[in-house]
């Protein structure tokens, strides 16, 4: 791509009501749009990360068998109602809207309903279980405060997955199964350390269920962790039952601050049995079918990537999820030779298939292309002047650790 | 895929309240799943198709230069009161939502002034220009009916693009190179021949706008067309004024049942003028940005083309957004030998990277796959049996025209 044809520039300065950091480094970079607060347009750069972390989710949730789908938006009252979670006075998140052809519509925040409601098309016989299904859906979640850029949207896309099991031994399986997949997917994301599979509250069918908490300054919780041992702990469930269950003291917990970017729960037969989802077992008796609710926050890892790795310079993107692997720098393109030698540079890095943004534009003084280069985050930057074409060398710059080195055009190649 | 795997069943009768053939047949072959009235899930089978159409617009509009981005589904009330199309006595298909923070938003049906908006942060100068942006968006429309099935939905996916140009001249050639860009996305999607550019009402910049109507049983329109001079003319705009311009009789067209699958459309200064996008000349001189909008209804091509193409046994896919090109169907699969001879076709075709869906449950009789193959849809059905092994030959059925022909293995794969 290049930067000449790209329509996004970058800005100075963040709209002065946006305090966080991650949306004020994604709004200056022109990888979102602020629409109003909670509510990001994503611009083609931001775009590419959140659909590099759909494919990464989408990899690992196919791997365990799960299947995508779609779900809509707008939600039938009578459904949620028969729920108990049609009231605003039980789910303080919902957009309701008026129907004009006669009554009510809810706006999306959740799924568990009208997925369990549809799966009675499709689920008759304990032969047609386990099923696994997900979705990367736009949820709407009428939020009183959106502070925290990205991370938490009134308009924000997330993973849900639900699976559908004759009983518990079936569903623990695949729950335990998503836990593995899940820590690949914030392995493969550069977070993987830092991730931890935290003890949360859990509900009938279940003592704890589990979240996934990255250790972020900017996160809105607070966990309790021992990493050496790589156990957490939600404060909610942080009581002597709970230490004892896990052999764990609680000095030897540090409180941190962490961001929630999965969690995984356990709703027993209980959904089965209110949204009416029975099947046949082998002695053709009805049976609630056992649910799970599997959720990931897809922008909102697109925030917590930017807080986690940003430094005073703008963004840094795991190689996994940047737009772009190089930011190609040209410099001196208003003489001819230059030019061409670099747009020969572009050429072949493209047809390499290395993923490159080329800095093309003539007009730009060095310094502020280093500036947006640095702003926007690719993991490598590579410039072409006169001096590295006199030179015959490039000069490559790794910006996670600052590291510049000049290498040859085959030891370029190699080395991206 | 297996088909034991696929958690969709077909279905043997579409719910009472189902009224378009379209729906009908996507719900029974498990492609969706009606929520409410114009309102769809989209299940694994579906979303493959939506998601290669898709695929198809998306390589089409970056051909011409435009760029993919996503805006959001929120709207601010006083961005759209600027431009007086908040009100539903001007726009009567809104979903409004009161804000828990206060206020009121919308839900977008369209993004002409988000997207011109936004523009404001990355136009500055005439330089800038031209910019052309689309994304695919999940719009809501409160429409008051909604009996088309996925033809005309309460939500739906559709892709709408925006150009942003200098001036006329520059406009016009987008529009113009949107227009090919449009046709060769109908040509490649089976309905080129029969999707003519339509004359239909312009506004203040300009006396016609252009739709792309598809000749179809199920249109809600009305197009007057000469098929032999591909001019075709809408209803609003068939006047004597209009047939002098094309130099066309009224007696040359024939009125025909269409439905719209495109429109192209010019505001001209007015939206820049109404939201506030200028940029400077070079003169240094405040211009208004010239702007045209361009839409594709993605899930309404789903509908059109079940519609034209499906016969009395069901739906029959276009190979271009087929989910699978083959269905593989077993029989006699309880035979240990004809099963492992079946699993080794199956993964021959996949190691080829012949999408295949395959048909491996043993459990279903011979007469019941056919049919569901039939509903189903895909382009070619190849049948392997205990009688097919013996003859060391496979059916090969086209789904299109119903031919079957005896290939050797080699002959199969050769002809997929």
């Not at 999965?262 to 053709?284: D, R």
């Amino acid at each position: 791509m290049r930067q000449s044809h790209l329509f996004t520039k970058t800005q100075k300065e963040a709209p002065a009501d946006e305090a966080a950091k991650n949306a004020t480094l994604l709004i200056r970079a022109g990888y979102v749009h602020k629409e109003m607060a909670g509510v990001y347009q994503w611009l083609p750069l931001g775009l590419k990360v959140v659909e590099k972390i759909k494919q990464v989710v989408r990899e690992e949730m196919n791997a365990i068998g799960a299947q995508e789908m779609i779900a809509t938006n707008l939600q039938r009252k009578e459904l949620w109602e028969r729920t108990n979670r049609w009231s605003d006075d039980v789910v303080d998140c919902w957009f309701k809207s008026e129907l004009k052809a006669g009554g009510e519509v809810g706006l999306a925040w959740s799924h568990e309903e009208p997925l369990a409601d549809m799966m009675k098309n499709h689920i008759t016989s304990y032969k047609d279980l386990p099923i696994f299904i997900y979705q990367f859906q736009n949820k709407l979640r009428n939020e009183l405060r959106a502070k925290s850029g990205v991370m938490r949207g009134r308009e924000f896309v997330m993973k849900d997955m639900y699976s559908f099991a004759q009983g518990e031994e079936d569903h623990t399986a695949f729950y335990e199964a998503s836990k593995i997949a899940y820590m690949k997917v914030f392995e493969r994301l550069g977070i993987g350390d830092d991730t931890f599979i935290t003890f949360a509250a859990g509900g009938a069918f279940t003592e704890f269920s589990h979240e996934f908490q990255t250790i972020c300054e900017a996160g809105e919780d607070i966990t309790y962790i021992s990493k050496d041992r790589k156990i957490a702990i939600n404060e909610e469930v942080l009581n002597d039952d709970t230490l004892k269950e896990l052999g764990v003291q609680k000095d030897d917990l540090e409180a941190v601050k962490t961001a929630e970017v999965g969690n995984i729960f356990n709703f027993g037969t209980q959904k089965g049995e209110e949204v009416g989802l029975f099947y046949k077992n082998e002695a053709g008796e009805d049976i609630p079918v056992w649910m799970g609710s599997y959720g990931i926050g897809v922008t909102r890892l697109v925030g917590v990537l930017v807080e986690k790795f940003a430094d005073e310079k703008g963004i840094i993107w795991p190689e996994t999820v940047a737009p772009y692997k190089v930011h190609l720098v040209g410099l001196n393109l208003d003489d001819k030779e230059i030019k061409d030698y670099a747009e020969g540079v572009y050429a072949s890095l493209d047809n390499k298939g290395i993923p490159v943004l080329f800095d093309d534009r003539a007009e730009v003084r060095p310094g502020e292309k280093f500036a947006e280069a640095d702003l926007m985050g690719m993991p490598y930057r590579v410039v072409v002047s006169k001096k590295t074409k006199e030179e015959g060398k490039f000069e490559l710059t790794n910006r996670t650790t600052g590291e510049t080195r000049l290498l040859s055009e085959e030891e370029l190649y190699n080395h991206l």
